[in-house]
Nanobody, 122 residues
Framework: QVQPVESGGGSVQAGGSLRLDCSAS????????LGWFREIPGQGRAPVAM???????WYADSVKGRFTIARGNGRNTVYLQMSALKSEDSGLYHC????????????????WGHGAQVTVSG
């Protein structure tokens, strides 16, 4: 079974920066696309950024130029560097893994972490 686990996040003033890290355990053959999703109460989970095994990435329009997704030292690790944060970036950020090798809007993600809270004030 694949299990992503998030770390990082926290509280910051608007304009500040935060980083989220994720490590996914389980069979490497089932961990291809890795992504970050923001959950807002009553609105479900929205995709923020995704990265393919070949390094190709996708970003939501609202975070382009401010957020960067990259794989860590291990193939099954990914981080999200968030800069110029806005209050609307607040939410519970979930790391997710997909068995698909191409990431785009609508790609199904099969395995989910419990989430890390990001709160932006001001």
């Amino acid at each position: 079974q694949v299990q992503p686990v998030e770390s990082g996040g926290g509280s910051v003033q608007a304009g500040g920066s935060l980083r989220l890290d994720c490590s996914a355990s389980g069979p490497a053959s089932r961990i291809n696309c890795l992504g970050w999703f923001r959950e807002i109460p009553g609105q479900g989970r929205a995709p923020v950024a995704m990265i393919q095994p070949d390094g190709g990435s996708w970003y939501a329009d609202s975070v382009k130029g401010r957020f960067t997704i990259a794989r860590g030292n291990g193939r099954n690790t990914v981080y999200l560097q968030m800069s110029a944060l806005k209050s609307e970036d607040s939410g519970l950020y979930h790391c997710a893994a997909s068995e698909r090798t191409t990431c785009r809007l609508g790609t199904p993600f099969h395995y989910w972490g419990h989430g890390a809270q990001v709160t932006v004030s001001g």
